[in-house]
T-cell receptor
Framework: DADVTQTPRNRITKTGKRIMLECSQT?????MYWYRQDPGLGLRLIYY???????NKGEISDGYSVSRQAQAKFSLSLESAIPNQTALYFC??????????????FGPGTRLTVL | AQRVTQPEKLLSVFKGAPVELKCNYS??????LFWYVQYSRQRLQLLLR??SRESIKGFTADLNKGETSFHLKKPFAQEEDSAMYYC???????????FGTGTRLQVFP
């Protein structure tokens, strides 16, 4: 779904470097999410935002920060990358919750390797 | 604690065989259950949700509150069903998803 884009798609960096992953969406959704995917662990929620002024920690927020610059943009930062942050990172969006199981739309993922 | 368990990392079947991907959950309250699928080189996408009670691509899933399960079933597997399948839940009224660890389905010709 080209409506949710992530940049970069691949990134190799060194321990201690600051990294920013960006997510943009043209779906007009209020809600945005950042997940990481690790083999054998599935997807785990890092941060989520229900609107521009709303930022919430997810299951594994330590070592990460986010910025919701606009409705369409949600960035994830690793202030000082470490090797165990090597993972596949996904951004997702959803429409304002209707209490009826709203679908999340995922970006293509960013593969991050921290050496 | 809120948790989704998918006990099988890999499920291999032959084309035409029935498929059942298991999912059990732990949640205090009324959860909403989903199955997401990731085909090779494609994005993670919603396959079906329990509240819709629909069949998608021949797959169905019934929420069993007594057994806290939401198993995904298909009577006759096809090669194009080969993918990674994730069971997920969210609390009613919130979109936060809790994912299971996923099951890779391989359908052999």
């Amino acid at each position: 779904d080209a409506d949710v884009t992530q940049t970069p798609r691949n990134r190799i960096t060194k321990t201690g470097k600051r990294i920013m992953l960006e997510c943009s969406q043209t779906k007009g959704h209020d809600r945005m999410y950042w997940y990481r995917q690790d083999p054998g662990l599935g997807l785990r929620l890092i941060y989520y935002s229900f609107d521009v002024k709303d930022i919430n920690k997810g299951e594994i927020s330590d070592g990460y920060s986010v910025s919701r610059q606009a409705q369409a943009k949600f960035s994830l930062s690793l202030e000082s990358a470490i090797p165990n942050q090597t993972a596949l990172y996904f951004c997702a969006t959803s429409d304002q919750g209707q209490g009826a199981g709203d679908e999340q739309f995922f970006g293509p993922g960013t593969r991050l390797t921290v050496l | 604690a809120q948790r989704v368990t998918q006990p099988e990392k890999l499920l291999s079947v032959f084309k035409g065989a029935p498929v059942e991907l298991k999912c059990n959950y732990s949640y205090s309250g009324s959860p909403e259950l989903f199955w997401y699928v990731q085909y090779s080189r494609q994005r993670l996408q919603l396959l079906l949700r329990h509240i819709s009670r629909e069949s998608i691509k021949g797959f169905t899933a019934d929420l069993n509150k007594g057994e806290t399960s939401f198993h995904l079933k298909k009577p006759f597997a096809q090669e194009e069903d080969s993918a990674m399948y994730y069971c997920a839940l969210s609390g009613r009224g919130t979109d936060k998803l809790i994912f299971g660890t996923g099951t890779r389905l391989q359908v052999f010709p």
